[in-house]
């Protein structure tokens, strides 16, 4: 975690993907898993693929959304899965409850009818194991940060802005938290608001860069 | 032979990846240098994973891992016995006999008595060498059993003879959640690789695949269709027949269909005849049995295509998918196995559930240049970050890394 007092090390993961050998045919098998599995499951669902297809926007990144749609064809759902807003929350157990009482309430509009997906389709639980070590690459002073900040990997951006809010439980992403330790109430507060879930995380890189051009660290 | 085994460096793909990943690469093989991971397998020439590992070991070796690779010894009866495992595991009708386990057992006590196990990990690849976790009672050591296969609707009597064993290791791996059986141990998933410096990735000269499609009799100036697959029912070689049919009424192409045969296959030698009769006398349609070692010429049939198809019924990971979004090539492929997780359907290719979604997918690409060039360079991308050889490297690294760590889901390293 930076501090004020210190520079800002950028620190970069590597993941593997862990299978829990949990699967799900209709809503309610997912519903009963959801409850109970890991938030590491729950994180992965949700985020993984803002890492695999920066290339190229998807409609949905989350990966209960794409499995209603496509299996079930349950659009509704999908539609309102998808729409969840990531940014109102700063912890996974929150996400959770959120996903849980949607398809609940679904199930309740629907009479508790529940489709079963094709053979093949199934919903795997899966999450990341993740490996979080530094890059090497450490800011001084906010110019510096502005600096380096051009020249981090996507992955070092992710998990400085997504996987430490959210699933470490940061509560902003790091770099907001770290200028604000420096004094930049203003630029940090700017940071904070950028929405990383509706761009690629090459435009989020840009915003960030932008957002510092503007407040003179350029 | 691929003629490009021999002194591949690690740099030799950094024109490829690019420097980032590699320094990746190096970063990750600093937690993991100077130890020894010992792999075992069935076969040291042959299959993919031979394949695969023939190109791993010496990449993990110049990345300070001391990697090395074992075989296991059999006779024909043995390996009668894990081919019969090998279709019972994969759920198809096989009878498994008391007198086969016995010689599975005999022959995994022969190898235990003369292997040495030299690796501070060993990493068993697949059913057949599986048996040998035995020996972890007396040695300890990290052991992960890596499958490469599908068990995930097994015939029971093959799993329950497998599953004690299994569950015996550290961890296994499996290529995709689809494949993988609930077990009491860490399943991780490490999805397979292509190699772009093999004869079937590498670049070309536009001169050879002109050559090579002349050859077959194909016209390089008219759209291609092409399918790359044995002559197998499951990867519906009628059914790219039958899509070819409908484009051709509306759009002019030709139809490639190649693939290696076996002597020893009945059902290869009866599709590819079903194949030759639905063709009839098209001459636009070209079925082509091409000999062991077609490396360089699969290569460049697909490079001369404007689309492929790997239309599969049922289908293990498909690489072949791969192979072809490497070369930018927009790929229409059954919505099965490992094919879903190559292409993303409407970003590197469609994925279609019969011959008429094919055709109608073939000649919306065939009618629309960008949309081809859009899907080939999204595909090319997405095996450059998620299915090259490196990445893979990557992963086994990883993997050993994850057993120092076990029940850790954020592991933070100094």
Known sequence: MPSHTEPFQFYTERRLVQLTGQTARTLPDLLSVLRVISGACIFYHTHHLFLSHHFEKPIVYNDFANWAAEALREDALAERLAAIDLLAFTAVRQLRDAIVSMIEAHLKSTGGRARECPPGDEFHFCKSKSFIMPTGIVAGDVRDFFQKVRGITNVSLYFHFLEARLRLERRTNDFSEWLRGCGEMELADAVDRLDPYVVTLDELKDQIVELGRKHGFD | ?414
């Open chain 2, 1 to 414: 032979m691929d003629s490009t085994r021999a002194g591949i460096r690690l740099a030799d793909y950094e024109s490829i990846v690019g420097s980032e990943a590699l320094d990746e690469l190096r970063v990750v093989a600093g937690y993991v240098q100077g130890r020894r991971l010992q792999n075992i397998n069935s076969t040291a020439v042959g299959g993919g994973v031979a394949e695969i590992l023939t190109r791993m070991v010496p990449l993990l070796r110049e990345l300070g891992v001391e990697a090395t690779w074992d075989v296991i010894k059999g006779d024909e009866a043995f390996f009668d016995v894990t081919k019969a495992f090998h279709n019972a595991l994969h759920g198809k009708p096989e009878t498994i006999t008391d007198e086969m386990l016995e010689c599975y057992r005999e022959t995994i006590q022969a190898n235990l008595s003369q292997m040495d196990f030299t690796g501070d990990v060993i990493w068993v690849h697949d059913p057949q060498p599986a048996g040998l976790i035995t020996r972890k009672k007396q040695l300890g050591r990290a052991w992960i059993w890596r499958c490469h296969i599908d068990v995930s609707t097994p015939q029971a009597r093959a799993w329950e003879f497998l599953a004690p064993y299994v569950e015996q290791y550290d961890a296994s791996i499996f290529s995709m959640p689809d494949f993988a059986q609930r077990m009491s141990i860490p399943q991780f998933m490490v999805a397979p690789s292509i190699d772009p410096l093999s004869d079937k990735n590498r670049e070309l000269e536009k001169s050879y695949v002109t050559g090579v499609l002349e050859k077959h009799h194909l016209d390089p100036e008219r759209p291609i269709l092409t399918q790359i697959s044995r002559f197998d029912r499951l990867k519906d070689p009628l059914g790219v027949i039958a899509a070819y049919k409908l484009v051709k009424k509306r759009h002019d192409c030709q139809l490639v269909l190649a693939g290696g045969g076996a002597p020893d296959d009945p059902e290869g030698s009866e599709v590819l005849g079903e194949a030759q009769e639905a063709a009839g006398s098209d001459p636009d349609i070209h079925v082509l049995l091409l000999p062991p070692f077609s490396d360089l010429e699969i290569n460049a049939l697909v490079r001369g295509s404007t689309v492929v198809f790997q239309k599969s019924i049922k289908e293990g990971f498909g690489l072949t998918v791969s192979e072809a979004l490497w070369k930018r090539k927009p790929v229409i492929g059954g919505a099965v196995g490992g094919i879903k997780l190559q292409i993303i359907n409407g970003v590197t290719g469609f994925l279609v559930h019969s011959p008429e979604g094919a055709a109608r997918r073939a000649a919306q690409l065939l009618a629309d240049a960008d949309l081809r060039e859009r899907l080939g360079e999204n595909g090319r991308l997405h095996v450059k970050q998620n299915f090259l050889l490196t990445r893979h490297v990557k992963d086994y690294m990883l993997v050993m890394l994850a057993l120092d760590h076990p029940g850790e889901d954020v592991v933070h390293l100094c």
